[in-house]
């Protein structure tokens, strides 16, 4: 079975601190993302990345930034956290697919992130 | 731009009812993926099915069936005789390929409740 593990399931900062949040994916999988999940938004994707070193902004990359040193880990970083950043994070992989995107993503448990 | 949207917020019915959560999306592409995810209380998202926009066959598994009508752009899910356990929230999502990478746009979730 694919697995996604996120360090953290619950995480409590203050405004203005750097937080990391990690991600690791044992599946060999060349593709990860970030997604924010929050009420009555659904997920929306902050960052991804479908090689080693290589990132795409995703929907809403602002206030962020991520790091892929090693195929299966995949961080987000949140330079200077504030209150509209409480969320829950949300990561994921996925194998390469055709150009349409047919792969499933698989996704890990979610980190809930709160900034006070 | 992609686009899915799931008016329905919120759903409870009591066990055994058939319940039906409706998806819209929308996509200049003609072709395209299209999927179900369910996150039960624990937070991890679930695939449940994929359909690419070739294959317009409806689809059942179990007490689960989906409806692709690409006339109207919907992709809707329906569980039959419903139990406590189908109580999350489901979440239909839109791929969109890039460089093979799947960028999934989701759509704002439908929290469904199974009262016993």
């Known amino acids: 079975d694919v697995k996604v593990t996120q360090s953290s399931r619950y995480l409590v900062k203050r405004t203005g601190e750097k937080v990391f949040l990690e991600c690791v994916q044992d599946?060999?999988?060349?593709?990860m993302f970030w997604y924010r999940q929050d009420p009555g938004l659904g997920l929306r994707l902050i960052y991804f990345s479908y090689d080693v070193k290589m990132k795409e902004k995703g929907d809403i990359p602002e206030g962020y930034s991520v790091s892929r040193e090693k195929k299966e880990r995949f961080s987000l970083i949140l330079e200077s956290a504030s209150t509209n950043q409480t969320s829950m994070y949300l990561c994921a992989s996925s194998l390469d697919g055709p150009a349409h995107g047919g792969t499933e993503a698989f996704f890990g448990q979610g980190t809930r992130l709160t900034v006070v | 731009a992609q686009k899915v949207t799931q008016a329905q917020t919120e759903i409870s019915v009591v066990e055994k009812e058939d319940v039906t959560l409706d998806c819209v999306y929308e996509t200049r592409d003609t072709t395209y993926y299209l999927f179900w995810y369910k996150q039960p209380p624990s937070g991890e998202l679930v695939f449940l099915i994929r359909?690419?926009?070739?294959?317009?066959q409806n689809e059942i598994s179990g007490r689960y069936s989906w409806n692709f009508q690409k006339s109207t752009s919907s992709f809707n899910f329906t569980i039959t005789a419903s139990q406590v356990v189908d109580s999350a929230v489901y979440f239909c999502a839109l791929s969109e390929g890039i460089q093979g990478a799947q960028k999934l746009v989701f759509g704002q979730g439908t929290r469904l409740t199974i009262n016993p």
């Open positions: 359909r690419n926009s070739f294959d317009e």
């Open positions: 599946m060999d999988h060349e593709n």
